[in-house]
């Protein structure tokens, strides 16, 4: 719900102003405040506990923008994060926050453990800019505003920008738990908070396992809590979503659930409503269909600010502005169960290990896992593109700080940090961070919560993926507590019918609502002004063909979504020129 800019080095005035105005969604207020050689921005809603209501200045002078809150709230983040950043006291610190501090000497740019918060840097000769969206540092006419061909590479594989790089050449993301110096000209980049396997013989034991888990993930959901007369949660019906509405329940506090409805493809609906009835949660169902997603289409390509390619993002914006219509400002998710306790990708992966015949084969998999464009090079790529980004190395050496780490002993606990430091901290959080906080919501993701975290990478690993049950201590935690039905029922995900949207029902006319809008994205004349993809490939997805093997019909409507949302973002952030 707050944003923060600034520079070091000489900018023209009202740079920064602009900066802010970029971002007017993120609050209703912003302060700016220059000395010493540079200037911080900061905007935020006014009267929001536990958030920054402005740029502070110490009593030395030292400037201190935070954008998001501590957990647990901080009476005034800044001058908590002042502190902790002056004796480099990391010590427990958790929370969604993006902060930078100037002492007059050297930059300091701080993100929280997750990346919850987003956080982007460039610099220019000696002067560096930073930014909480990508669309402020456009506001900058220094910067280059040229597509970065290789990330664009990654994201075809991934579905969301990985990394620290971004798709404008020059603009650099930190990364979650990191930390940036600038001082004199040069910049430097540590970690400040990183997870590391640490199994404990006491946790082998499954009872003793259980209660740490539950007493700790109250304790994560308690952390997040600020004096609210109500929240919302989104829940789906699921584990995790549902585990979290039960733990802000017990901890006394109102809660306001909101579940999408897509009608007949709907399909964890009454796992939603038993969960809501069982603790006697207020509860709200928000239609979802393909004509509501089409006709917020640009608005979602604007606040996402990245390209993220998975469908969800359009209910998920429909949710967050129900929500918001509803008179919430804070909304919990249970995002971070599958990435903490062994969910999704564990069992192929531990497959792929087990009986892979050649070297690298759980790299290829991870790859594959995203079921995007991974292996589909030749189909897709235009030669100019094929020959700008190169080969496949490049993607694989984003998984080897994981699944290559020699420290991590435990090959699931190896999968669970690529995937949580891919797909949690780079893809799930950073999409949600900016759906809600677009619409004037803030975001609590009480899973994703460092203690919590810290605490699963002790726990052994027979007892997050047991046989065949993922998350099992997790299901344990919850058992007695959740319908059971909720509990030991097989992960079906959100399912988000795009296909459906796209072409219309299985036996239809080929034609859903959104069919118009992404016939023109990946239209062969769309094609053709961008240079990227082979028009043909193109033309075969839209008349519905599926690819050869592949069984699973939504899968193709995850392609032309993906396609679609890139196009899209282009158009807006490349096309029009600077957003």
Partial sequence: MSAICGVVGPAAAGRVERMLAAVDYR??????????????????????????????????????????????????????????????????????????????????????????????????????WFASELKQLAQVPELAWDVALETIHAWLTFSFVPGATTPIRGVNRLLPGARLRFRDGRVEIDRWFELREDVSSMLADQEHAVRAVRTTAKAAVARRLNGEAEVGVFLSGGLDSSAVAAWLHKLGQPVHALSLDFGDASVEREQAAAVASAWGIRHTWVPADGARVGASLDALVWLLDLPFGDAVTGPQLLLARAARDLGVRAVFNGEGGDQLFGGWTSKPMVAAALYGADEGDEEEEYLRSYHRFYGMEDELYTPALAEAVGGRLRRRELLRPYLGDDKTSFYLNRV???????????????????????????????????????????????????????????????????????????????????????FGPRGGSGRGPLYDRVADALSAESAGRRGWFRPEYLQRLLRG????????????????????????????FLDQGRP
């Fill in 27 to 128: 609050g209703d207020r912003s302060d700016v405040v220059s000395g010493r050689g540079a200037t911080l921005g900061f905007r935020g809603w006014a009267g929001r506990p536990g958030k920054a209501q402005g740029v502070h200045t110490s009593e030395e002078g030292t400037l201190v923008a935070v954008a998001g809150t501590l957990a647990p709230p901080a009476a005034d983040p800044c001058v908590e994060l002042d502190g902790r950043i002056r004796s480099a006291d990391w010590a427990g610190l958790d929370g969604a926050f993006a902060a930078a501090r100037w002492d007059g000497v050297e930059l300091t740019l701080l993100r929280d453990p997750f990346g919850v918060r987003p956080l982007y840097w460039a610099q220019v000769g000696d002067t560096l």
């Fill in 416 to 502: 669970r940090l690529a995937d949580l430091s891919l797909k949690g901290c780079q893809n799930i959080l950073p999409r949600a961070e900016r759906i809600t906080n677009g619409v004037g919501l803030d975001m609590r993701v009480p899973l994703f919560d460092r203690e919590l975290a810290e605490l699963s990478f002790r726990i052994p690993p027979s007892l997050k993926l047991h046989g065949a049950c993922e998350k099992y201590v997790l299901k344990l935690a919850v058992q007695g507590r959740l319908p059971d039905d909720v509990v030991w029922r097989r992960k079906f995900g959100m399912s988000v019918p795009v296909t459906d949207w796209i």
């Fill in 545 to 572: 063909e599926e690819a050869a093997g592949e069984t699973r019909r939504r899968r193709l409507g995850e392609k032309v979504w993906a396609l679609t949302m890139l196009e899209l973002w282009a158009r807006r």
